[in-house]
């Protein structure tokens, strides 16, 4: 079975390679890491991204992926705004889709860089929006760049003792007892 996504790999002509480095390395801030001895005769370069890696692997005949791209996470749309600055600084394409952005690399290929989809903002929740509100709201945290902190198991009877509106049951049915704690860097 598939457990996740090791690397994503995209072309470059011969002797592409310190092009590449100029734009991912020193341009984006990805890490060059070292090829496997048995590879580098093929040509290309690596790096790191995240937990995954970008491979720009050389191509012959070269040509480059206008519409298939990788898509690059921002921690947050302010870093991406000043990567956005970067890049136009740099003489590359920026074409703003929303909470993303779309460029080229050297060679023309497409890239995709993108930041949560919005801002989070903190405030009490109105009336009106409890029907809906009731979503798994650990996804949407998550997806906006929460992390879990702790749990606190069974946290929620003592609270409920306090509070006596929390509801026994969330999302889907699924018994509330537990107090999760996330934070997101600022």
Do not use: S
């Amino acid at each position: 079975m598939i457990a996740g996504l090791d690397h994503v790999q995209v072309a470059a002509p011969p002797g592409g390679e310190n092009a590449a480095r100029a734009f991912y390395a020193e341009l984006l801030g990805l890490p060059e890491i070292v090829k496997p001895e048995r590879l580098r005769a093929r040509g290309g370069v690596w790096f790191q991204c995240g937990d995954h890696q970008l491979h720009v692997g050389v191509e012959e005949p070269f040509a480059p992926a206008r519409k298939a791209h990788p898509a690059l996470a921002v921690p947050r749309t302010a870093e991406l705004a000043v990567l956005a600055e970067r890049l136009q600084a740099a003489g590359r394409p920026v074409a703003w889709d929303g909470p993303r952005i779309y460029t080229e690399d050297p060679f023309g290929n497409r890239l995709e860089l993108l930041a949560p989809h919005a801002e989070v903002v903190v405030r009490a929740l109105a009336e009106d929006e409890r029907p809906w509100a009731a979503l798994p709201a650990l996804r949407l945290y998550q997806r906006h760049g929460f992390r879990l902190t702790a749990l606190r198991p069974g946290a929620l009877d003592a609270a409920r003792a306090r509070k006596p509106q929390i509801p026994a049951a969330g999302h889907a049915g699924i018994p509330i007892r537990d107090e999760l704690e996330l934070e997101r860097g600022l």
